[in-house]
């Protein structure tokens, strides 16, 4: 039961469940007033689908497959708190070099011949950075009152900086850990893969059925029946479509199931928590979440040390990829391709709106260009000019579907 | 024509002996400026009382010395006929008194329900927010002050119309066991139906037992719905009037030119 997705009219006890043509009326009028949802991003996703097959008969492989999942991995999980800044109507730019502080300090602490400390430990550490770098930030932005863009900005050079001390004189740190290697390179067993599919569905059709039954317990209105087991059936799927092709090659990556489950987890907070709703609020309208009594600096201070966090969950399934880290580490790609995949996603940057689930569709289709274009052989400028048309084509969708919304009285 | 300056006349009524709300002599001073000074003003249930006057009357002042953000110089504040000391948003709230500002305070990408839990959202044992439980004291909400034009509650505020929103802010405040509803300029910027329906809702408010204190300054909706009137002028209250024992020209002579009894052109001033 989504909450964008509301059930219509009638709030005094009426028809508990809304027919069939009414839900489609309703989705329509929605799509016409601006409120496209995943539509576009589903839609631009088949077409670069399409034409890189044509392009490419390797494009929509088995094994190109888990390769883009893998590549896509870490940016969507550093998306995933571009989300959270966003959502506040802010921006990090300190992202990329906070991944990159995470992945070396993982790499330096787990180095036999190093520190040598236990595994949970030098991922405890690198994520505690995390934290620490993201709520420093926030400190600064909101007691001392300085615009997020300029203290983040401050935090690209200076984090940049701190790689370049860490790494020191080495200049390449290999890393050495089996466990963070297998994030990226090891793959879950192909019956396991499909027992995960199987249970992550019963989860989702459990929490659906719960939630309809409460809802008509308490007599409101619901979602028709059908649409809830389309739901359910779309999921499963979707995500036996997966499985099945990624078991023709070597298997499901780890990442992607560390992934699925953060995805659920910060789904979980943002739209189910107090937490959650009062992010969507503070992004909103800050001043009725103040007078709401909620402490709107506590609010942006816990989202810019969840978006450092999860840059340094990126940063470190980033290491686990390239299984070394170098001075280069967070630089390149990594910042611009992550807030592009967020905004991509459908997340506005004007705050308030978005979804953990825009972090996902966005890196995909970033990474999906990346490695179509990659494949037909073109250099770096010619990706780095198409990911940029499509970021401006995907605020442009997002910019018309405003005036649609302005249009219908949803601005 | 009862104009009675300063405490005379004819403000006894059977209903509410005691009024909720009284200020008696309240001053304040900002600097070298009496926003306010000896201020008197009651408020009784089941009433809806209007605070009216021209800009820099002190209508503003008085109800922020209400709400607690500002305190007060002198006098005394009395609820229920004892005196208390608000200091602060949460004193008041704590008192029942909800005020509902001009900006109405709606985060518009949440829908209504989302909008009038804001801060105090109901969670389930798991610490998960309890929507069916929130959705339906919503519905309830709204059916019992009969606002019937909202099509969904999980409508998102953002595609209301100012007149819903309206009501949205209103619901929000009564929501909350909530005695003394406070309303600034409820319909500033509204259109005809709007207006009336936002009129109609403060109305059965006050129906419903609740006290409400409506600051305006369109004299045709308060002589819609008002029991009574305070006229404020610089800073002090110049006089008081039942509703239906006056007409909106001594009104507006109140609020103009305090006691003379002739103003020119004042008719430009009466709207309808």
Known sequence: ?????????????????????????????????????????????????????????????????????????????????????????????????????????????????????????????????????????????????????????????????????????????????????????????????????????????????????????????????????????????????????????????????????LIVFWTYVLRRTRFGRHVYAVGGNAEAARRAGINVDRIRIACFAICSLMAAVGGIVLASRLRSVDTNAGGGSILLYSIAAAVIGGTSLFGGRGHIKAALLGALVIASIDNGLGLLGLSSGTKFVVTGCVLLLAVTVDSISRRGRAQSGRA | MTTSTDGGGSRERPSGAVPILELKGVSKRFGAVQALHEVNFEVREGEVTALVGDNGAGKSVTIKCIAGIYPIDDGQILFEGKPVTISGPKDSAALGIEIVYQDLALADNLDVVQNMYLGREEITPLHTLDETKMEQRCSETLASLSVTTIRSVRQTVAGLSGGQRQSIAVAKAVMWNSRLVILDEPTAALGVAQTRQVLDLVRRLADKGLAVMLVSHNLHDIFEVADRITVLRLGQDVARFDTKDTTQRDVVEAITAGKLSTVPGQEEGVPA
């Open chain 1, 1 to 261: 039961m989504s909450t964008v997705a509301a059930p219509p009219p009638a709030p005094v006890a009426a028809a508990p469940t809304a027919t069939l043509g009414a839900y489609a009326r309703r989705w329509l009028d929605n799509v016409r007033g601006g409120e496209l949802g995943s539509l576009p991003i589903i839609l631009g996703l088949l077409v670069i689908g399409v034409v890189f097959q044509v392009q490419n008969a390797n494009f929509l492989t088995a094994g190109n497959f888990v390769n883009l999942m893998v590549q896509a991995a870490a940016y969507a999980l550093v998306a995933i708190g571009i989300v959270f800044v966003l959502l506040l109507g802010e921006i990090d730019l300190s992202v990329g070099y906070v991944s990159g502080v995470a992945g070396v300090i993982v790499s330096l602490l787990l180095l036999p011949d190093g520190a040598n400390v236990p595994t949970a430990i030098g991922i405890a550490a690198a994520l505690a950075s995390g934290i620490a770098i993201g709520t420093l930030h926030g400190v600064i932005i909101t007691k001392v009152g300085i615009p997020s863009f300029v203290v983040t900005l401050a935090g690209l050079l200076a984090w940049n900086g701190v790689v370049l001390l860490l790494i020191g004189a080495r200049g390449t740190v290999v890393l050495q850990d089996n466990f963070v290697i297998g994030f990226a390179n090891d793959f879950v067993p192909k019956g396991a893969a499909w027992v995960l599919t199987l249970l992550t569905v019963a989860a989702y059709a459990g929490v659906q059925l719960y939630g309809l039954r409460k809802r008509m317990a308490a007599g409101l209105p619901n979602d028709p029946l059908l649409i809830v087991g389309l739901r359910i059936a779309g999921l499963f799927v979707a995500l036996a479509a997966v499985v099945y092709v990624v078991n023709k090659d070597r298997g499901l990556p780890y990442v992607a199931v560390l992934v699925g489950a």
